[in-house]
C-alpha cells in the first residue's frame, strides 16, 4: 500500500526548483523572458474565474472545474476561493497534487485500474472525499478492496456515454445493473452519474452543436432519474466542458459542470464561447525572416493544437509547425524582423501547459511570479509506490 505522506514534501521541492530554473525572469518584462515561455495573465485569469462564478450564480448547477487545463494548484485554489465546490482531475498523479496542496472534494473524471493507482486513491480518501468515475462491476470491485485495505471508503458514479464513442455505460439498463452490484461492495459509495459530452466541442455549429449537447443531456439526466426512481442513490449529476457549459449549466438536472479552459481560454474554445479572456499565450522569438515567412523558435513542442495559433497583434497566417519553428506568412511592409518577441495564443490549452514545466505570471507587463506546473505528463512524481 503506497504511504503519500512526502507528496507535499515533492510539491515543495517542485516549487523551489522551478523558481530556482525560472526565478530570475521575475521582475522583467515579458517581452524580456526567455522563449519559449509559458505566460499566465493573472489579472485574465481571475477575471474570467469571476465571470464563470457570476453567471453560475442565477443557474441551477455548481462547478467542479477541471485542472486537466492548467495543472496549478494556484489557479486550482482561486477556482474554490471563487465558490468551485470541488476540483475535477484527469488522472490520479493530478488528485495527489491537488489533495497534497490542500484542496478537497476531487473527482477523477476518468475510469482508472492498475493496483498502485487503485491504492492511490484509496489512500488519498483518507484525507479527502475523493470520488472516481467507473463503468464496469469488476473495476468497481479492485476499486472496493483496495479502499478496505487502506480502511477509507471512495465515491463512485457511473460513466455514461453521452455520445463520446469513449468510456461508459451505453444504456440506461446497463447502469442499472452495475448501480445494483456497486451498492453491494463495501468501500465505495454510489454518488450519481457523469457523462462528458464532448463530442459537442468538435461541433463548431451553433445550433447543432446545442441539438448535440441536448440530446446528450437527456440521455444522462433521464438515466439519473432512472436511478433514483429504483431506489438508487444518485446526488450528482455531473457534465459539461466550456464549449457547452452554459447549456449544461442551465439544465434544472445537472449539478455541476466540469468546465475548464474558460480560465486560460485558448482559440479552440474561444472560437465557440468567445466572452472569456486569453489568459495563456506563449512568448516566441523571431529566428528567422525569409522574404515571405515569418519563423519563431515555438513550434509544435511548444504548442498544443499548433495549426489554431495565432500571433497577438498580427494577422500572420500559419503555415507549418515542426518542432521548434513556428512558420507564418509574411505580409506586405511586414513589421516584424529577427529578435523579435511576440506572443502567440495557443491553439489547444490543455495540449500547451503539458509542455512546461512553469508559468511566468505576469501582472501588466512585468513577471510577478513563477509557478510551477506539477501535475503534467503521464508521471507519477514517485509519489505511488
Known amino acids: 500500500m503506497p504511504e503519500l505522506v512526502h507528496a507535499g514534501g515533492v510539491i515543495d521541492e517542485t516549487r523551489e526548483r522551478v523558481k530556482l530554473a525560472y526565478g530570475k525572469a521575475i521582475g522583467k518584462r515579458r517581452s524580456e523572458v526567455i522563449t519559449p515561455a509559458l505566460i499566465l495573465d493573472r489579472h485574465a485569469a481571475r477575471r474570467n474565474i469571476e465571470k464563470m462564478a457570476n453567471r ?14 492548467h495543472k496549478s494548484p ?11 465546490i470541488g476540483i475535477s482531475t484527469a488522472t490520479v498523479w493530478e488528485a495527489v497534487v491537488m489533495v497534497r496542496s490542500g484542496l478537497d472534494s476531487i473527482f477523477i473524471v476518468n475510469t482508472v485500474d492498475g493496483p498502485d493507482k ?3 486513491i484509496a489512500v488519498l480518501a483518507r484525507d479527502a472525499d475523493v470520488m472516481v468515475a ?8 479492485r476499486i472496493a478492496r483496495a479502499a478496505q485495505a487502506a480502511g477509507s471508503t471512495v465515491g463512485v458514479l457511473i460513466e455514461v456515454d453521452t455520445g463520446m464513442d469513449r468510456a461508459g455505460v451505453d444504456t440506461a439498463e446497463q447502469a442499472l445493473e452495475l448501480a445494483g452490484k456497486l451498492v453491494q461492495m463495501k468501500g465505495i459509495r454510489l454518488l ?3 457523462g462528458y459530452e464532448g463530442h459537442c466541442s468538435l461541433t463548431p455549429e451553433e445550433d ?4 448535440r449537447q441536448h440530446q446528450a443531456m ?26 457547452t457549459w452554459n447549456l449544461t449549466a442551465a439544465d434544472p438536472h445537472v449539478t455541476e459542470i466540469q468546465a475548464g479552459s474558460y480560465v486560460v481560454m485558448d482559440n479552440f474554445h474561444g472560437a465557440m464561447v468567445g466572452d472569456f479572456e486569453k489568459a495563456l499565450t506563449v512568448a516566441t522569438t523571431v529566428i528567422s525572416r525569409p522574404h515571405d515567412r515569418v519563423i519563431v523558435d515555438a513550434g509544435n513542442k511548444s504548442l498544443g493544437a499548433p495549426a489554431l495559433s495565432t500571433i497577438i497583434g498580427h494577422d500572420n497566417k500559419g503555415i507549418r509547425f515542426d518542432e521548434e519553428h513556428g512558420i507564418f506568412v509574411s505580409r506586405d511592409n511586414e513589421p516584424l524582423r529577427v529578435g523579435d518577441v511576440v506572443e502567440l495564443v ?15 505570471v505576469v501582472e501588466d507587463d512585468r513577471v510577478v511570479d513563477i509557478w510551477p506546473v506539477i501535475p503534467r505528463g503521464p508521471g507519477h512524481g514517485g509519489l505511488i509506490a
Not at 346 to 360: E, F, I, L
Open 218 to 243: 437527456t440521455f444522462l439526466t433521464r438515466t439519473a432519474e432512472d436511478l433514483r426512481t429504483k431506489g438508487y442513490p444518485c446526488p450528482i449529476v455531473s457534465a459539461g466542458g466550456t464549449a
Open 346 to 360: 495557443p491553439g489547444y490549452a490543455p495540449g500547451t501547459v503539458n509542455w512546461y514545466d512553469a508559468y511566468h
Open 134 to 141: 467507473v463503468d464496469e462491476a469488476e473495476n468497481a470491485a
Open 74 to 84: 494556484e489557479l486550482a485554489r482561486m477556482q474554490v476561493e471563487a465558490g468551485a
Open 192 to 194: 450519481g452519474v457523469t
Open 118 to 120: 487503485l491504492a492511490t
Open 56 to 69: 453560475l450564480t442565477d443557474l441551477p448547477a455548481k462547478i467542479r472545474p477541471h485542472i486537466k487545463v
Open 208 to 211: 447543432l452543436r446545442a441539438q
